[in-house]
């Protein structure tokens, strides 16, 4: 479902397949012990192929849980129809988001 990549301070988690409630619970308790060694997480959503508005929500609330934590929280490589949900809703203006890792990497 995800791969973790070290990239420094940082960590790089690929999510793959489908993210709805089920998956996406996994996905953010296993992102919640990853902050605990880590202070910034990206979520790449290249191998992404769906999502449904379960999955999103469990993405705003690792979002919430990051902020509380001062930790820093980055999306990047969304698929267009997946970018387009976060624009509908209006979190693109919430999240970092990013084209590529290199520019959510710095």
């Known amino acids: 479902m995800f791969e973790v990549q070290d990239k ?3 960590k790089l988690v690929f999510v793959k397949g489908e993210v709805n409630a089920q998956t996406g619970s996994e996905l953010k308790k296993n992102i919640l012990d990853i902050f ?3 202070n910034t997480v990206v979520l ?4 992404v ?7 999103l929500r469990e993405i705003i609330d690792l979002l919430k849980n990051a902020n509380k934590t001062k930790k820093t929280l980055m999306l990047c490589e969304m698929t267009p129809d997946i970018r387009e949900m976060f624009t ?3 979190l ?8 590529t890792q290199a520019q959510a990497l710095g």
């Open 8 to 10: 420094g301070d940082k």
């Open 36 to 38: 605990n060694s880590a």
């Open 88 to 90: 509908f809703t209006g």
């Open 44 to 47: 790449s959503f290249k191998g």
């Open 49 to 55: 192929v769906y999502m449904n508005s379960s999955g």
């Open 92 to 99: 693109d203006k919430v999240f970092k988001i990013y084209d």
